[in-house]
T-cell receptor
Framework: LAKTTQPISMDSYEGQEVNITCSHNNIATNDYITWYQQFPSQGPRFIIQGYKTKVTNEVASLFIPADRKSSTLSLPRVSLSDTAVYYC??????????FGSGTKLNVKP | IAGITQAPTSQILAAGRRMTLRCTQDMRHNAMYWYRQDLGLGLRLIHYSNTAGTTGKGEVPDGYSVSRANTDDFPLTLASAVPSQTSVYFCASSEDRVENYNEQFFGPGTRLTVL
């Protein structure tokens, strides 16, 4: 059963753009990809959601290639407060959720 | 606005004991979810509910039961706790049904230790 995979961790510096990729090889044509952010001792918080091509909101962009086997969360000009764990979530077959194991982003001064 | 509340915040439980984790939302959301989060494994869905009176199984439902008597409450019960159920449990809700790809709003979590 296909699930999601992400890098375990990433380091960045303040002001840089960060791209985090999630692989979801067997995603169906009508399944959405969602990204969440989680700080220690808190529940995850919604960042962005997309279906295909590109989606942008006030905090991030989401790029989804034509084959939809992966997606990339882009955080422009990160700050120290963006240090968190980032999860991609894919909904398979209408009621099967699979969170990735999360990417721990460490933003350095 | 409270959003989602969970109780207790943390609990240490002897193996074999029964335990109910409480979850209440005040957003009048239709769907609710229970996840467990273990180090290195991300979040895994235990059970979900699309509306009051209906529930469904997620990825890891064994050893857990849920009920949805009304819109606001979605308790999770461990009938006979085992050490492998030591985890952080998150409750979440979304405005629309599970299959409609809604944003989920998460509670603060319950840290459960089973000895």
């Amino acid at each position: 059963l296909a699930k999601t995979t992400q890098p375990i961790s990433m380091d960045s510096y303040e002001g840089q753009e960060v791209n985090i990729t999630c692989s979801h090889n067997n995603i169906a044509t009508n399944d959405y990809i969602t990204w969440y952010q989680q700080f220690p001792s808190q529940g995850p918080r919604f960042i962005i959601q997309g279906y295909k091509t590109k989606v942008t909101n006030e905090v991030a962009s989401l790029f989804i290639p034509a084959d939809r086997k992966s997606s990339t969360l882009s955080l422009p000009r990160v700050s120290l407060s963006d240090t968190a764990v980032y999860y991609c979530l894919v909904l398979y077959n209408f009621n099967k959720f699979y969170f990735g194991s999360g990417t721990k982003l460490n933003v350095k001064p | 606005i409270a959003g989602i509340t969970q109780a207790p915040t943390s609990q240490i439980l002897a193996a074999g004991r029964r335990m109910t984790l409480r979850c209440t939302q005040d957003m009048r959301h239709n769907a609710m979810y229970w996840y467990r989060q273990d180090l290195g494994l991300g979040l895994r869905l235990i059970h979900y509910s699309n509306t009051a009176g209906t529930t469904g199984k997620g990825e890891v439902p064994d050893g857990y039961s849920v009920s949805r008597a009304n819109t606001d409450d979605f308790p999770l019960t461990l009938a006979s706790a085992v050490p492998s159920q030591t985890s952080v449990y998150f409750c979440a809700s979304s405005e629309d049904r599970v299959e409609n790809y809604n944003e989920q709003f998460f509670g603060p979590g319950t840290r459960l230790t089973v000895l």
